[in-house]
């Protein structure tokens, strides 16, 4: 059994408290933490009882912790993840490894280190059935080389607390990381085109936009981001190769025919599509760090997010083709 401390008891924290405690093998939640200490208290009931701190430092000490979730706030990413690195815990974190390229290198640096592969980051997509078909797909080599990928990221509608950096750093980050782990390379440039905005957006958010991204092997990508598009939360990605293309499948939902029409329902919640995404991550995570070990995306994936998000939000803002300069790949990640 792999005993785990879950810092961070928000709405994600508290759901996946509950996805831990009902619907993974093999964990059991003995701690949680947060600075509201009625929050960690609620989280420990769903938990089923664990102890209760609200300072992570202490979760990640407790010697009755084997490995530690962490759900809180990006920008408190940093402390607790070098904590973790220093008491040589595995360590599940929700995206964003931390909230500047300079931090995550720092945890980069920490973890190589350290000399021990300890922290797995939460994109899930990589766990989505579409996305590994294709990925399994282009792995066998019968379509040939990747050559350009076409991807849209569409939700219904967003606050008017949303702003034009958050089309990356919210929304379009997902792709940063799916994509250059489909075709297994790293970006080397960036550019956003601004379309005509829709009447549904407001004076911060520009909206739609087009990201694209070059590879460092020659593969462009352009991804779609419409947030406020009405109709659904709508994820698509097509890539063209030498001898094919492949076209991830759409989440399988009766065809419907009535009043002389034929309808097939589109997810509007991002939780309620990648719900079967988000266990078989946690399940992966939880089966690979009882036999001490590192599965899933690592702490450099996270810096390379981080610095192809802050090259995609200068294009945003001076229209140009931006280089992604990323420092060199330590062998430890190789």
């Avoid at 402390?79 to 815990?89: H, R, V």
Wanted: negative net charge; hydrophobic residues 40%.
């Amino acid at each position: 059994m792999l005993n785990v401390g879950v810092i961070g008891c928000g709405g994600m924290g508290k759901d996946h408290i509950k996805r831990l405690t009902n619907k993974i093998q093999g964990a059991k939640v003995v701690a949680v933490s947060d600075v509201f200490e009625e929050g960690a208290k609620e989280a420990a009931a769903l938990a089923g009882g664990a102890k209760v701190y609200t300072d992570g430092k202490d979760l990640i000490n407790d010697p009755d912790v084997d490995a530690v979730f962490i759900v809180s706030p990006g920008f408190a990413h940093t402390d607790s993840l070098l904590q973790a690195i220093e008491a040589g815990k595995r360590v599940f974190c929700e995206k964003p490894l931390a909230t500047t390229a300079q931090d995550c290198k720092k945890i980069v640096d920490a973890e190589a280190a350290s000399g021990k592969h300890l922290i797995q980051l939460g994109f899930m997509r990589r766990y989505d059935k579409g996305y590994v078909q294709v990925k399994e797909a282009l792995r066998s080599g019968e379509y040939g080389e990747p050559l350009i990928l076409h991807c849209t990221h569409r939700n219904p509608e967003v606050g008017t607390n949303y702003n034009t950096p958050m089309a990356v750093h919210d929304t379009a980050i997902h792709e940063i990381d799916t994509l250059h782990w489909l075709v297994d390379d790293e970006y080397e440039s960036a550019q956003v085109i601004m379309p005509k905005v829709t009447k549904y957006s407001h004076s911060e958010l520009k909206d739609p936009q087009i990201m694209l991204l070059r590879t460092k092997r020659g593969i462009c990508i352009d991804v779609e981001v419409f947030v406020n598009c009405k109709f659904g939360y709508d994820i698509n990605c097509e890539v063209v190769c030498e001898d094919g293309a492949i076209k991830m499948a759409e989440p399988s939902y009766p065809s419907i025919r009535k009043n002389a029409a034929v309808s097939t329902t589109i997810d509007t919640d991002c939780f309620v599509r990648f719900e079967d995404a988000y266990d078989t991550e946690v399940q992966n995570w939880v089966d690979c760090a009882k036999q001490g070990v590192i599965n899933g995306p690592t702490a450099w994936d996270g810096y390379l997010a981080a610095v192809t998000a802050d090259a995609l939000v200068k294009a945003q803002e001076t229209g140009q083709i931006e280089p992604i300069v990323t420092e060199e790949k330590p062998a430890f990640y190789k």
